[in-house]
């Protein structure tokens, strides 16, 4: 039966009816599960929650060949599926979950379009002393190392109309075991004719910039004040090079003021089809790891490369709970924030503000989730 768009309350009293059979489904095999562990027999299944995200996984572009015999129009290729629940008098059921056995099949009987790579990122945010300096973390996954240059941006920021930029940035990479990479002050101290011919030298002299080509793995790059400066400070990463190793995660810790002072990461997909991208903002959870001062409320936008809103977040349970706990990426805390999101190749801004203008330290995230 089609739902009704006319009539909200029935939209989410259908919607209501269909995630209350999901849980019990859920409670069914968690049951059976524990059942067959006791006996000896280990299963592993495994759900999908939400069709949306399992057909851009699944299959590109989406097809659907159900056909609404009251309006035959509706049976169109591209037709969303979440449109209608189907009810056989004991299981409600969307479309989009029907549907699913075919793009698997399809998944599984020939090739799809290769998904879009991440192929810039950026933070903007306030760089302080201690645990407020700025802090990009990435990871880079797949078999081969990649080349890339990485970048802490200061007195640029006052040309484009930031007040109280960082005079004079410092950048280091760090590995997963803690130990450095490397480091530098001044772009032009080392590097200089490499960094130049990469196209993504530094305007000020005073900036800082590493070309490094580093092997699948975690990495933070920690921007810092000379002489324990502050300022608001921009840190990027380009890669350099056509590897097939992509970044996979990526996160940006800092300070989170008001005004020219929030907390801005910046993301290019590059062409293919629209990766699925998980944006977090979390704050409350850092007090677990030490942070003296998190961000209690943070609030999370997703903009384009226009500055329209995509996507707005504050309390990641008050939008799309069931896609984002699909996708076993749930902020631990209710107050933090979550947008999951298919992004077409382009730019976007990510921003982190804390919510009636608190002020800490934040965590922003963006994970891709899948090849």
Do not use: C
Not at 51 to 58: A, H, K, S, Y
Not at 77 to 90: A, E, K
Not at 189 to 215: C, K, M, V, W, Y
Not at 226 to 235: D, E, F, I
């Amino acid at each position: 039966m089609p739902n009704s768009f006319g009539d909200p309350t029935r939209v989410l009293a259908l919607d209501y009816a269909s995630a209350i059979y999901r849980d019990h489904l859920k409670s069914v095999i968690a049951s059976t599960k524990s059942g067959l562990h006791g006996s000896g027999i280990t299963i592993q299944v495994y759900p999908f929650d939400v069709w949306l995200d399992v057909i851009r996984v699944l299959g590109q572009p989406a097809h659907y060949n159900f056909v609404n015999t009251i309006d035959s129009a509706q049976g169109a290729s591209g037709v969303n599926p979440d449109q209608y629940l189907f009810w056989d008098d004991i299981h409600p059921t969307t479309g989009g979950h029907f549907e699913l056995a075919n793009e698997a099949n399809r998944l599984l009987s020939g090739p799809i379009a290769p998904l879009g790579k991440a192929t810039n990122i950026s933070s903007r945010g306030m760089v302080g002393t201690g645990q407020n300096v700025l802090i990009a973390g990435f990871i880079i996954s797949g078999n081969q190392p990649k080349k890339v240059i990485v970048r802490a941006l200061g007195p640029t920021l006052s040309t484009l109309g930031v007040s109280g930029a960082l005079a004079d940035p410092t950048i280091t990479i760090v590995n997963s075991s803690n130990v450095v990479v490397d480091s530098n002050d001044n772009w032009r101290n080392r590097q200089e004719t490499e960094i130049a011919a990469s196209g993504f030298a530094p305007p000020n002299d005073l900036e800082s910039a590493i070309i490094a080509t580093l092997a699948p793995g975690s990495y933070t790059a920690v921007v810092s004040g000379k002489n324990s400066g502050t300022g608001v400070a921009l840190v990027d990463l380009y890669q350099l090079d056509a590897s097939t190793s992509i970044f996979r995660n990526l996160s940006t810790r800092g300070f989170v003021g008001t005004g020219d002072n929030v907390l801005i990461g910046g993301l290019i997909i590059g062409n293919g089809e629209p990766p699925v991208i998980v944006l977090r903002a979390i704050g409350p959870t850092l007090s677990s790891f030490g942070i003296a001062q998190p961000l209690q409320d943070p609030t999370l936008e997703l903009r384009d490369a226009n500055g329209a809103l995509i996507a707005f977040d504050n309390d990641w349970k008050d939008n799309t709970p069931t896609g984002i706990k699909a996708t076993l990426l749930n902020p631990t805390d209710n107050r933090e924030s979550a947008i999951i999101a298919s992004l077409a190749a382009g730019n976007y801004t990510v921003i982190v503000r804390g919510n009636n203008g608190t002020t800490g330290v934040a965590l922003v995230e963006a994970y891709r989730l899948h090849e």
